[in-house]
């Protein structure tokens, strides 16, 4: 066990948010070497890391006045200001020159909101959303879209490079999320496209592996027809092949797509498909399909009339 | 010159519809040897292929009277049900164990209407619509998606070969559009998808280079974002670096979907992103962008308020 | 009773179709003194006019060969199709200078062709959709929207006054159904964005019987929300205060929603929320909606996330 | 002239934002009586009224120092925020028992928000956005919508009798902004209803006024089909048949829709048309239409291919 030799060599990190995602990623960093200060406001879901060797402290304060690199991983935006800037928050105690990474995936404005303020208390603050899901945070597989100062990526990628295979610079504060944002606003609506195609095909009586192997060679292909296929029985180890457990839950599918809908809104930007899709996994929502995987749109889609 | 010993080698191939796309796959018969019987609504459309060889007849009734093999690429349905069941229609002279192919792309619903006029008369029909332009066809790379009897696939494929690098077999007759049809509405809502996204990067703050190769590495990619990126200055040899000229001209976009929607309409399929991407490309062809390639929806969405 | 009576003043009048609202309409021709003739593909449709005292023939052309002035009610275009221009249709010995009218709601590309073969026989045909449910149709109060020659049109108002209390001209051949399915394309534009308004609304804090009236004294205003309320306990005497029961079937609307599609995708009309009613009528009737009253879209899109 | 006796009767009334809408509002109160004392971010916005008796100070915390009952009508959610809680806010300097009204269309959330902020000072906060344009401003003749205490609507009203015709107690606070959004909406999705319906109606064959006479007789009868009919030379008197001016202009509506939208996100209500309306008028905005009244979707629609 090197973790103890380790602690001479590392500085501590915080670490503040141990939900399903927080938690295999700050095991990831005990796993490379670093000591790990951390706290949850559900005290039980810091047991586990407590027990790997974690420090846990009573709130994102005292995490701040301990440490000068803290990660965040948080469900949405409202816990992020209230984790930065609330009364028990990072900013009260955080030390100058801090570097604070928030990898939860919020709205850009609330991003540059945090650098804002974290900047007047002489810290640095990065957004560095990630893609992949549980299991890529539990393999270190993740990939990080990093939005902050040029100046500070090498800092951030040194420890984002424990829990990700990839690490990339999107630009200023913001674009990270703009870049997370974006590309689940795409997947939705490949998705989307994918199962209507691929159930308007079944109807038309095409055989569903053949028409993707044909989509697959032609103009149609995207991810969700050629890695991720919605329906069951044309690919294997994909949630569609075991009746849409596991994978990216349709509820998370929704957030991001409101938060896509909320920067288009502000920005004033047309995005009619990504607007309607928001819409169809909102409907979704209602129907029993918040905890399947997004990809289950299609068997959403697919019930026939008079059955 | 081959084509004087080749007449004694392969029997006449008949062809009607000397357009854009049937004047160069014609030439493709005619350079592997076949004699090639035409006919054409615009006399003039005719000329290029009579000089290179081809015997020009008056319409289709008299090249079926002459051809047992005919190949029909027309602009739409009402010009299929004319060519085929019309006064002067292919079904009037057609002999017994013909085999007509229609690479026309149209309603699935008509191709069976064929198939069964046809069969009434002894002769095969089968769908095998292309995906593919004008180079493609000049070039013979087409690729072919075919409907219709299964025994008949090789004595089609031995003429589509001449014309295409891909024919594909997809399973009763209508299957061939079913297949086009199904691919060309998911290649619009992929396109759409993928501009909407890159404005909406953009205006976020993000590169498009940096944009794009961020979704490409991840679950956004699709066609339109890896080979026919729609923001000028992103890919080279794509339309959006020549002014969204050559390529897939958004009319014709507009057409298949509208045939897509038919389908979906009469086989009571959803398709929310489909129609919507029907409603789109409608609306653009009223703005002036009937004959820019369809990745211009990229321009049609990009236009800022205000400006 | 009249009945007898009456025979010796009224000439036959043909009826085809005596389903739902065929059945009534033709008993309201009783009524008013009429001898009919009727028929219907189910035997057991007849009994119950045949017992009012109409005589009931095997099929549309024995009709046409007894009564020239005949009324066809029937499901959707292939019906008409095959009861006009079938092996047994009317137009097999229909009576030069006959009137034929078609109640029917279908395609107007259908009434046209239908037309055009009629006047071959020298006989006129009329599309003259209703609308108004089995309610008015039994009470002798429905609309009839009327296209084809203006100059008939008295003599087709004589017998829909029997049976209607509106009748209105329309245009041309086809202009009838024009207008009903335009008329049900903003209805159901109208009650989809009245149950989204109101489901908005109140999730917003608002109490639905005071924003149902600020609606209808302000510009929101529509037909849904001021006669048809889909909220339960808004309104008395509509089907949402009976659990959607009775009323107009969302399978119904569905289907004129495919008509109104249908015929914007011919004439390239763009009909963007016009398509989108379609696909979330098409949706209702997957999910088990079908045979409610349309107005249960309200319940449709109310059901929250998490219950 | 009554104003200087008035003084005497009447207690002096703040007034925030002297633009199209709040100026003509202002001007009312004077009419009415009130001694007013405004302020507004461009000092040209107060000469007018200035000269009509109204006393000019600095910023809205200099009004709150000097005046109990303050009336705000202002762009949008950022202003009201500055205006309320910015350095030099209402709240820096309000008295105690002060009631602020506030005329803005904003988002509810923030309504709230400010209520609860003015409830910390000792005051009281209602929302009551308006209906109706300049016009119905100028001749007192607006709708209010309120939110707020019941026990302090009488003395809202008092005030808001003023300057509009109806006044609506609509429920807690938010909801004065709820029932505004949600009429907005609503009217929104049957404007585009109807000029879809309209313009479809058109192609196929139909008199625009007597389509618009069916339809007002019919279900599909809206506020935008009989009052404000979005056909040229269908009504009178209405910007239709003023090539579009005056008004409600594109951009206002497409601000109201994109309030919407925030509010069906945040409460997770699923609203497909009211999404897709908002997206359409966002295309316009781009398109030229900003300006333009929101009838003018009629003419975005109307423009035909091939033109």
Redesign the interface.
Known sequence: MMLTTANFLFTQVGFIGLGNMGNPMAKNLLKHGYPVIATDVFPESCKELQELGAQILDNPAEVADKADRIITMLPSSPNVIDVYTGPNGILKKVKKGSLLIDSSTID?AVSKEMASAAEKMGAVFMDAPV?GGVGAASSGKL?F?VGGAEAEFTAAQELLNCMGA?V?Y???V??GQ??K???????A??M???S??????I?????PK??AK??N?????????D??NPVPGVMEGVPSGNHYQGGFGT?LM?KDL?L??????N??????????????Y??M???GY?SKDFSSVFQF?R?????
Chains 1, 2, 3, 4 share one sequence.
Do not use: F
Request: hydrophobic share 35%; proline share 3%.
């Open positions: 850009p893609s990939t879209m990839n990339v999107c630009g200023q913001g674009t703009a870049a944002i974006c590309n689940n606003m795409l997947l609506i490949g989307i496209g994918t209507e195609t691929m159930n308007l095909g109807r038309l009586g095409l055989d053949l028409l044909i989509l060679m032609s103009s149609g292909r995207c991810w969700s027809s890695t991720y509820q929704a409101g896509a809908q909320n920067t288009a809104t920005t004033k930007t047309p995005v009619p498909l990504g607007s309607l899709a928001h819409q169809i909102r409907m929502c209602a129907r918040a889609l019930e026939e009339e008079g059955q």
